[in-house]
């Protein structure tokens, strides 16, 4: 994660648009890992009767866990990375907003002064 403050407007904006263009690609990603999770490993050895044929479905229920943990991760690692996303979002919406906030302020000064130093004045008169 980055310190969305450090950030200059337009780099603001290149990152979110790239984590944004990424997250179509992750999403499928972790769906298509989800969904194979229950295919991945063969099927236990219940019909083997064997010291080896336990410890292999021992070992295979642990492979198991370990994928449903894996695929779990990486939906969380999903979750946050568009929590971020929505996060930078809104950084960049503010710093946008601040900008024309500061453009209409300078703006505005500039008429106030150009009809400071206009020869018509403030009353429309001249001099």
Partial sequence: ??????????????????????????????????????????GGADEWRSGAAERYRERLAELRAEVRRSCGELEAALFAAERELDVADAALEDERAAVRAAELAGDAAADARFAGDSPVGRHGRLG
């Fill in 1 to 42: 994660m980055f310190d969305l403050r450090s950030l200059d407007l337009q780099t603001l904006a290149d990152r979110a648009g790239a984590a944004a263009a990424r997250l179509p690609g992750l999403r499928a990603l972790v769906a298509e890992a989800v969904a194979a999770e229950p295919s991945l490993l063969p």
